[in-house]
């Protein structure tokens, strides 16, 4: 793409800025901050590596204007979890920062596809939808494209086999509702129920509740020993951004933005595996679930609509 424009050069917009300089996804990166001196500092050191990388130009300040004509923005300004605090607590303290950013945001750019990683990411999808007007997948949020990398990753190590061979994802609230749609999972196009591990057992109920757990517990493990995580949703972001560049094939990856209401879900943003390309988020795909993988993805639904309904 020509132009990426990221808002927030805290720990998650300048990781997400080093992941996508590293991945030469766009021409031109700006990054803007209210903190002006924070932003042009992360400038002048990602400058520093521009002999590593494809040519780059990047700017950056605490004017919202070095956003302008940005085919994507990325929000990553905000408040973010303190140690025990859920994702959902945080919605209005960051609602209100929405609220005064997005109309400058969308006189400068327009045109952008906006990916929501600020959280909670569901609510604030929705936010962004709503104050936009845009139901079209133009708005989206990076969802559980982490999380599912995150259980990827745990069955990677139960199975020795590597992440991209195991197809499986984490759908619903990028939050403590998230559930996990083990029936469809898939390793090397074989049902997952029916692999062993690497010692020799199926992933039985208990099991599969531990790594749910696990994926759930990341970020608060994360943020209790480095008070921020930024990693991983910068390598997620990365990806989705790929995506968003892509004109031929699309991706399929679990993010957040308006789902289809014949879904029955209601009208809400939270996470399913669909299509991701440079129109932004597209068409789910077909779900495959069981009634209990369905019940709890309603209720995370539900979660999440119940914190919209509060910060409207
Ligand atoms: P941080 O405090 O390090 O950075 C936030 C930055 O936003 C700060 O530099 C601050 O000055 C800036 N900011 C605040 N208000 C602003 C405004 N109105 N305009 C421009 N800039 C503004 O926080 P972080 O660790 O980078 O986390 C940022 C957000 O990302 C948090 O909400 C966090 O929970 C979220 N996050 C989401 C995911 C995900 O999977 N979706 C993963 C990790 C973190």
């Given at each position: 793409m020509d ?16 992941a ?14 209210l ?13 520093h ?10 700017e ?9 004509g ?28 929405f ?29 962004t ?34 992440e ?18 083990w ?15 690497h ?10 509740a ?18 921020a995580t930024?990693?991983?949703?910068a ?43 440079a ?32 910060i409207r």
């Amino acid at each position: 793409m020509d132009h990426l424009a990221i808002i927030g050069a805290g720990s998650v917009g300048t990781a997400i800025a080093f992941a996508a300089l590293n991945g030469g996804v766009a021409r031109r990166l700006s990054l803007h901050d209210l903190n002006g001196a924070k932003a042009k500092a992360e400038v002048l050191d990602l400058r520093h590596g521009l002999q590593f990388v494809r040519p780059t130009t990047i700017e950056g300040g605490d004017d919202v204007a070095v956003c302008a004509g940005a085919d994507v923005v990325i929000i990553t300004a905000g408040a973010k979890q303190r140690p025990g605090e859920t994702r959902l607590d945080l919605a209005a303290r960051n609602a209100g920062l929405f609220r005064s950013l997005l109309p400058p945001l969308m006189a400068v750019a327009p045109d952008a596809k906006i990916l929501v990683v600020t959280n909670p990411v569901d609510v604030l999808t929705q936010l962004t939808v709503d104050v936009t007007g845009r139901h079209d997948g133009t708005v989206l949020g990076s969802g559980t494209v982490l999380d599912s990398s995150r259980l990827r990753h745990l069955l990677a190590l139960r199975y020795c086999i590597a992440e991209r061979h195991i197809h499986a994802s984490v759908v619903g609230e990028h939050g403590d509702s998230e559930t996990v749609l083990w029936s469809s999972a898939t390793i090397g196009g074989s049902p997952l129920a029916e692999v062993e591990t690497h010692d020799g057992q199926l992933l039985d109920a208990v099991a599969r509740a531990e790594i749910l757990d696990q994926v759930r517990n990341a970020a608060y493990e994360i943020i209790a020993g480095k008070g921020a995580t930024s990693w991983g949703i910068a390598m997620a972001t990365a990806q989705i951004l790929e995506a968003l560049d892509q004109t031929a094939q699309a991706a399929v990856l679990p993010v957040t933005a308006p789902l289809d209401p014949g879904l029955g879900l209601g009208e809400l943003c939270i996470s399913l595996p669909r299509l991701v390309d440079a129109t932004g988020a597209g068409r789910i795909l077909p779900l495959s679930a069981t009634d209990a993988e369905r019940e709890a993805l309603t209720a995370s639904a539900g979660a999440v609509r119940d914190i919209i309904d509060n910060i409207r």
